[in-house]
């Protein structure tokens, strides 16, 4: 006799638990793409980064502020080392009367007040030429960044109006506008302090004649350094 059959159904489909429609090989393309382009995006970022160069107009307006900086630097500077010199002839003096109490108080601030110059002009200089690499971090780190968009957008209008808020724009740090108003009228306090001491020190070793021709010849640059601090920082 032949042994029988036996026919095995197969398991009917479990209700309590339906099979997804939403097969996971989509889901995993999907990431894969999503992750493709994210690595396509930082590669043009990164080369963005290293081919980009400051735009003309940013570039000129670095160069320009680098060198007013160089120029506060270097005029300070020179300043306090006259004024050190005149400190040492003044001090030796036993002059205890009130004209020469004030020329020792404005020589030893001015020297003060152009050191103190000197070094705002190098930090000047030094947050100017930190400027460009910057901007090559904003197009790296913030793709929403005025660097980033530049190529495909350009400098808007109302920025072009602002100088101070074009570099910060491209990385300058914003109390820079602070420090460089600043500059002017600490430069233009030095060279005051300045004056004012050689006025005094003419006065008091100087006759009467000598001393009121100098004071009218050293009026002039005075106010013509007021006029053109004024002027560059209208």
């Given at each position: 006799m032949s042994r029988p059959r036996i026919f095995l159904r197969p398991p009917l489909p479990d209700t309590d638990h339906p099979v997804s429609d939403v097969h996971p090989r989509s889901d995993v393309a999907s990431s894969i793409d999503m992750t493709l382009e994210d690595i396509a995006d930082d590669r043009e970022r990164l080369r963005h980064s290293q081919e980009f160069h400051l735009p003309p107009i940013v570039r000129s307006r670095v160069e320009a502020d680098i060198q007013q900086a160089y120029a506060f630097a270097i005029t300070t500077a020179l300043f306090a080392a006259f004024l050190i010199s005149l400190a040492q002839i003044?001090?030796?003096?036993?002059?205890?009367?009130?004209?020469?109490?004030?020329?020792?108080?404005?020589?030893?601030?001015?020297?003060?007040?152009?050191?103190?110059?000197?070094?705002l002009a190098l930090v000047l200089i030094k947050m100017c030429s930190e400027v460009q690499f910057k901007a090559h971090s904003m197009i790296l780190f913030d793709p929403s960044s005025l660097p980033a968009r530049i190529a495909k957008e350009g400098i808007p209008r109302e920025i072009l109006q602002n100088r101070y808020e074009l570099l910060e724009k491209f990385g300058m740090p914003q109390g820079y506008k602070r420090l460089d108003t600043g500059a002017g009228f600490w430069v233009l306090s030095g060279n005051i302090f300045t004056f004012v001491s050689v006025l005094m020190w003419i006065w008091l070793v100087g006759d009467t004649v000598?001393?009121?021709?100098?004071?009218?010849?050293?009026?002039?640059?005075?106010?013509?350094i007021i006029y053109g601090i004024a002027l560059t920082k209208g």
């Open positions: 003044v001090e030796p003096l036993d002059a205890k009367t009130p004209a020469w109490r004030a020329l020792r108080f404005f020589t030893y601030s001015s020297i003060v007040i152009n050191l103190s110059g000197t070094t000598t001393s009121s021709v100098t004071t009218i010849v050293i009026l002039f640059p005075i106010c013509g």
